[in-house]
């Protein structure tokens, strides 16, 4: 009899395979010039996955995500985090469904769910990620209540699977979560040339704790593009503040060395405190299909038995689409859109999109009395797009850590294979 993790394979193969070929049909001719004869009559085509009436829209999305990975370690690296096995996990298999409820100012609506395998124990096959309405409010902005992304550095706000890189940076991952529970607003501005939001955050009902124990969250971000053209680059600029209340009295930042099967590398553990401001500013510069981009994040804490201490991390990156569409700027959203294969690409004539990358990472934990470790890493990454949302990605990190008093040294390679709709 094949295992549940066998099952849960095939599955996830043939549905993208089925749903590839489906968006492959979904093609139309283009209508004639003169506006008539039987193709000026068609109907424009609608995916399967889209569904519409006069109250409400719906679009359902399924994204799966297959990691692997693999590490070189010396002693002393073993000795600060222990022995990291070679792995390979179903990292997402994401079922979303979004789209308009149609009121006179429509709203919009998001529900996420990750499945988590039909190994998982009975209650926990489904993890809630989103699940959250946008309302309009008038020329203020749109509100976004329910669990959603805090909505702060642009890796936070792009999706996971839309990345240069497998994983965000370890300073956005000791800093910020990517998700909680509560209210934002946000708005564009300068003609779709800037972007705001603010927004508050506290689940304390998930966490069986009362509203004061589990501290909230506040946000605030701001981006802008002080160079804007068609013909030549595309600069943005943003900074973003991030006020954390102490959950039980205590704060903990810890974050992964940027791959999701290892364990943690950097963990301040929880010590005492009373709050955390996180500053983040950024700068991307695209011309073409080259972008660089880099990040800073200064995070002091108030911890007087901790001696205050002061965190901080960054990184800097730099990549080019080889072949294919380059990203392109969202402008409602306030990040890059991922890289669409050429025409010609696999089983078509052609060999599909490339992209290469690298990235370098810094993440300074310890300062005052906490010993969370300093942590740097190299990333070289490459992505190929063969064809209809396929994605296969293979990735080097060069890893050193200080941390006990000692510093070790580790490599890791890392590869992943994705599947998700496009234009989804």
Do not use: C
């Not at 996830?12 to 009559?41: F, M, R």
């Not at 976004?144 to 890189?165: N, T």
């Amino acid at each position: 009899m094949a295992s549940p993790g066998w099952v849960r394979t095939i599955l996830v193969i043939v549905l993208a395979l089925v749903w590839t070929q489906d968006e492959s049909g979904a093609q139309t001719p283009n209508p004639s010039p003169a506006g008539s004869g039987p193709q000026a009559q068609q109907k424009k085509h609608k995916p399967w996955n889209v569904w519409e009436n006069k109250a409400f829209s719906v679009t359902f999305i399924f994204t799966p995500v297959f990691d692997i990975s693999g590490f070189v370690q010396d002693a002393n690296n073993i000795k600060q985090v222990g022995d990291q096995p070679t792995k390979g996990e179903f990292r997402a298999e994401r079922i979303i469904f979004f789209g308009k409820l149609k009121f006179k100012r429509p709203w919009g609506y998001m529900l996420a769910w990750n499945f988590n395998g039909f190994e998982a124990a009975q209650g926990n096959r489904f993890s809630n990620l989103d699940a959250r309405l946008d309302i309009p409010l008038f020329n203020l902005g749109t509100f976004k209540i329910g669990r959603q992304k805090v909505g702060l550095s642009q890796e936070w706000l792009m999706p996971g699977v839309d990345m240069v890189f497998m994983e965000r940076s370890t300073a956005d991952l000791a800093f910020v979560p990517q998700r909680n529970v509560g209210a934002m607003l946000t708005n564009t501005f300068a003609d779709k040339r800037g972007l705001w939001s603010a927004g508050w955050f506290n689940d304390w009902f998930a966490n069986d704790l009362s509203f004061q124990a589990n501290g909230s969250q506040y946000t605030g971000r701001i981006s802008y593009l002080p160079v804007d053209s068609d013909q030549g680059p595309i600069v943005q600029v943003a900074a973003a503040l991030y006020y954390k209340e102490a959950q039980n009295g205590t704060l903990r930042f810890r974050a992964r060395p940027e791959v999701n099967e290892a364990d943690y590398f950097l963990d301040t553990k929880p010590f005492p405190a009373d709050h955390s401001t996180t500053t983040q500013l950024e700068a991307t510069v695209q011309k073409g299909r080259s972008m660089i981009w880099a990040a800073l994040d200064l995070t002091p804490v108030a911890a007087p038995q901790a001696h205050n201490p002061f965190f901080w991390g960054g990184y800097i990156a730099a990549s080019r689409v080889l072949a294919g569409e380059p990203r392109h700027f969202n402008r409602d959203n306030g990040y890059y859109t991922s890289v669409k294969p050429p025409r010609s690409r696999l089983f078509r004539g052609g060999w599909g999109g490339w992209e290469v990358g690298t990235r370098y990472t810094y993440t300074d934990l310890t300062s005052g009395t906490i010993d969370g470790g300093r942590m740097g890493r190299w990333t070289p990454v490459l992505s190929w797009y063969p064809s209809g949302g396929w994605r296969v990605e293979a990735e080097y990190g060069w890893i050193f850590l200080v941390r006990g008093g000692i510093t070790g040294y580790a490599s890791v390679f890392s590869g992943r294979i994705q599947w998700s709709p496009q234009g989804g």
